[in-house]
């Protein structure tokens, strides 16, 4: 089993709609968790870290099942703009640095 | 604030020649550095990671090596690259195990 797995899409999606994904980890014992986005071609950016409470930026939900080992982000109202891939990160445990990546899901909005 | 830079932004090389990649952090100190490739395609792979001067901890084992003579700057080289050592190589650096702030990487192409 992958250590972060993601559902690699694509995702279609109309303008305006409501998208999840979802990214499960094998390590129960990891703890900061993030979602990344990458535009072709162009180096990972942050876009929010997942906290245990779930929380919100804008229009992106992010948030966190310990129990079940996933996290997951939901965009509302889909932007063309919001065509990317979006990488899940987690860190492995306390005492190392290392964070994992998943492979990314792929997200296209259409007009 | 903190930023990062990488050069070259692209490189094609003849396989056997030797590489260095160069990425430096400005705006912070004794932060955690990182080199990560990304195959075409695929997700990132974490090469090696750094918590400080001369401290190297290498993720894969292949013909890449890396170093940081300085608290700020981390080199990534080889003496003999290969054609699976085309890919697109990203710097990183976190705060501990916080979030990770990635450089604008470089595509290196080997023929």
């Known amino acids: 089993r992958k250590e972060v797995e993601q559902d690699p899409g694509p995702f279609n999606v109309p303008e305006g709609a409501t998208v999840a994904f979802n990214c499960t980890y094998s390590?129960?014992?990891?703890?900061?968790f993030f979602w990344y986005r990458q535009d072709c071609r162009k180096e990972p950016k942050l876009l929010m870290s997942v906290y245990s409470s779930g929380n919100e930026d804008g229009r992106f939900t992010a948030q966190l099942n310990r129990a079940s080992q996933y996290i997951s982000l939901l965009i509302r109202d889909s932007k063309l703009s919001d065509s990317a891939t979006y990488l899940c990160v987690v860190n492995r445990p306390s005492g190392t640095y290392k964070y994992i990546f998943g492979t990314g899901t792929r997200l296209k909005v259409l007009a | 604030s903190q930023t990062i830079h990488q050069w070259p932004a692209t490189l094609v090389q003849p396989v056997g020649s030797p590489l260095s990649l160069e990425c430096t952090v400005e705006?912070?100190?004794?932060?955690?550095l990182y080199w990560y490739r990304q195959a075409a395609g695929r997700g990132l792979q974490l090469l090696f990671y750094?918590?400080?001067?001369?401290?190297i901890s290498s993720e894969v084992p292949q013909n890449l090596s890396a170093s940081r003579p300085q608290d700020r700057q981390f080199i990534l080289s080889s003496k003999k690259l290969l054609l699976s050592d085309s890919g697109f190589y990203l710097c990183?650096?976190?705060?501990?195990?916080?979030?990770?702030?990635f450089g604008p990487g470089t595509r290196l192409t080997v023929l």
């Open positions: 750094s918590v400080g001067i001369g401290q």
């Open positions: 990183a650096w976190s705060r501990g195990a916080d979030t990770q702030y």
């Open positions: 705006g912070t100190s004794n932060p955690n």
């Open positions: 390590n129960s014992a990891s703890q900061s």
